[in-house]
């Protein structure tokens, strides 16, 4: 799974990054790029894996091969803790270096963005501009377009037309799929048996799944799907032994719906239980979950804990 950190940069971030940050233009003044305030919405301390810290150096490739550090900070004490990517001018990263296409002059009609990605635990930069992400991966150029800094999952296509390689659980399961393994008939019951076998553990264990069926009466506490073969036990909070299993920390959910749920893709608010989903879906039928409140259990006291969906939408990636 890969996430990519955007900023379009504003004539002051270009200026800095060219040490012409100063009013009387004598190279003074801040050479750091502004992002943001660590927040549900810029999810700073997911995306460095560096949670409750202020400060960290990563290094980055560029489209060209390029290496290069980057120093993230954060201030507590100044602008509500804002993080800035430090000293973009003496200590430029490559990748955003005129050698690469960083323009000689700032566009206010086609700015420049700066992207960083994460794709496990590589870091990849690249340098686009507005008209050109206006025309490419429709989900994420929405939001970006919109928002002047954020932080997003990427999709296959966005990587791909930014020219970022993904290398993740996903390629490894596709170089299984492809594998040269030569098929052989008699294996098809026991493969079918393996494949009952699996339905069965996903779809939870038979008393906690039950006990979820009847809370919801037989209906996906999100699409109000009723076909039962579909319908799976998920936990709120992960599986930790049967002391997990109580209902307060369950949810009956249609068997796709409980993959994006476990994948954080789809959360439910704590705080008025409604749905929500992430923009990377946002072109999806899954979009029309957005808001919809979640089905009440009978009786009622059986429904997920708040403590549990805090512990849950605290992973929600928007």
Not at 67 to 88: A, K, V
Not at 108 to 116: E, M, Q, T
Not at 187 to 197: C, E, F, K
């Amino acid at each position: 799974m890969a996430m990519v950190l955007w900023k379009r940069l504003t004539e002051t971030d270009f200026n800095a990054m060219n040490a012409d940050a100063s009013v009387a233009r004598s190279g003074g003044g801040a050479r750091h790029i502004a992002l943001g305030v660590r927040s549900h919405d810029f999810a700073i301390d997911e995306f460095l894996a560096a949670p409750g810290k202020n400060e960290i150096t990563i290094e980055a490739s560029s489209f060209a091969g390029s290496q290069g550090d980057l120093d993230f900070y954060s201030n507590p004490e100044r602008r509500g803790g804002e993080w800035t990517i430090r000293n973009q001018y003496s200590q430029r990263h490559p990748g955003w270096s005129t050698a690469e296409g960083f323009p000689e002059k700032y566009d206010s009609d086609d700015p420049p963005f700066i992207l960083v990605f994460r794709t496990n635990e590589r870091f990849d930069v690249r340098l686009e501009s507005w008209s050109y992400l206006s025309r490419i991966s429709a989900v994420l150029r929405r939001r970006m377009l919109e928002e002047a800094h954020g932080i997003a999952l990427a999709s296959g296509p966005f990587l791909s037309d930014t020219g970022v390689e993904e290398s993740d659980l996903t390629d490894v399961l596709e170089s299984e799929r492809n594998g040269e393994e030569r098929f052989d008939p008699k294996s098809v019951s026991d493969g079918r048996r393996l494949v009952l076998a699996e339905i069965v553990r996903r779809q939870g264990q038979d008393k906690f799944r039950q006990s979820l069926m009847k809370a919801y009466s037989n209906k996906c506490a999100m699409t109000g799907c009723d076909t039962s073969w579909v319908l799976e036990a998920a936990h709120v909070t992960p599986y930790r032994g049967s002391g997990t299993n109580s209902l307060q920390n369950g949810l009956l959910l249609r068997a796709d719906v409980h993959t994006l749920f476990d994948l954080s893709l789809v959360s439910v608010s704590p705080s008025d239980r409604t749905i929500q989903i992430s923009k990377a879906l946002q072109s999806s039928i899954y979009w029309e979950l957005q808001n919809r409140p979640l089905r009440q259990t009978t009786p009622a006291e059986l429904q997920p804990s708040e403590a549990a969906l805090a512990l849950h939408f605290s992973q929600f990636k928007p």
